[in-house]
């Protein structure tokens, strides 16, 4: 038996869904279609341009500065959520057990995701310099290392450097949210499990993975999103740099539009990411609806 809305709640849910519907459409939409438009054309900053049509994608694949800022891109995203995923839940994990001060901990957890990006950056940019940067300091003394190593100077080592930045700032994200999962699954269901014999692994593998399993997608998807589109951390500290090594597609495309003064070609770049975002919202709803039903 199919349940069929009532005049007054159809009413009801279009004056609920049209503020959302109108903000997609003509904000977003409208953003979205203006970008396509000026990735067609030859326009730059201060002078309109003609239909060039995909002659932009063309000149960007010929470039091997645009496919080295598509690796480091994939690289930066996959290997920063990966980490954020697997350090978060083991967070999650800790602060989900009885621990003494365990709400101390849990406030000193948002301490990165609260601190303005601004700020944070530029403090680990002294932490990573190669005079009078901590981390060289505190290797040096550990007996790792016997120089200063250019964190920030070398193509390999910066590369790391903004990863790891970006792992620190956004494992709150991951933690919070899976330690919220994990307090929503009863508590007499572990005890079912224990005394029926399950070690921990087995009550983690049975119970608590099937049951954040939803929640650690969409995180996942959520993160993975922002971090495509990171622009600030690595902007703040290396600027893409060194010999454009740290580059991605949202500090690409800057400085083509805005210093170049090429907005065609660096609105092209970010175009060319769109595909790949869409794909993958697409894969992770798909999976997520699919084993809901």
């Known amino acids: 038996m199919k349940y069929r809305l009532k005049k007054e709640d159809k009413r009801l849910l279009i004056i609920i869904l049209l503020p959302v519907v109108l903000y997609l459409f003509i904000i977003q939409g409208s953003n979205f279609l203006w970008s396509i438009r000026v990735s067609l054309t030859n326009e730059s900053i201060g002078q ?3 239909f060039v049509w995909f002659k932009n994608f063309l000149d960007l694949f010929k470039e091997n500065v645009y496919w080295d ?13 990966t980490f ?8 999650a994990l800790t602060l ?6 365990k709400n101390v901990y849990r406030s000193l957890l948002f301490l990165p995701w609260a601190l303005p990006v601004f700020t944070s950056a530029l403090t680990w940019r002294w932490m990573f310099g190669d005079i009078g940067g901590v981390i060289n300091y505190l290797l040096m003394q550990i007996g790792i290392i016997d120089c200063p190593l250019g964190w920030l100077g070398v193509p390999s080592l910066a590369k790391i450097s903004v990863i790891t930045v970006n792992i620190w700032r956004g494992l709150p994200f991951f933690a919070i949210t899976i330690l919220a999962a994990l307090q929503s699954i009863p508590v007499s269901i572990y005890e079912a499990a224990y005394i029926d014999g399950a070690s921990d692994w ?10 954040i399993k939803s929640v650690v997608i969409l995180v996942s998807l ?6 495509l589109g990171d622009f600030s951390i690595i902007w703040l500290m290396t600027r893409g740099g060194p010999a454009n090594s740290t580059h991605v597609f949202s500090t690409y495309s800057y400085i083509v539009a805005f210093q170049n003064l090429n907005i065609s070609k660096g609105v092209a770049i970010s175009i060319s990411m769109v595909p790949f975002s869409i794909l993958l919202m697409l894969f992770v709803m798909k999976y997520i609806f699919s084993s809901e039903n």
């Open 69 to 81: 800022s598509m690796l480091f891109t994939l690289v930066y995203s996959v290997t920063a959520v």
């Open 202 to 211: 087995e009550s983690f593998w049975r119970i608590t993975l099937p049951n």
């Open 84 to 91: 954020k995923l697997i350090f978060g839940t083991l967070l």
């Open 222 to 227: 959520v993160s993975t999103i922002w971090t």
């Open 96 to 101: 989900n057990k009885p621990l003494i001060g």
């Open 48 to 50: 309109s341009g003609n």
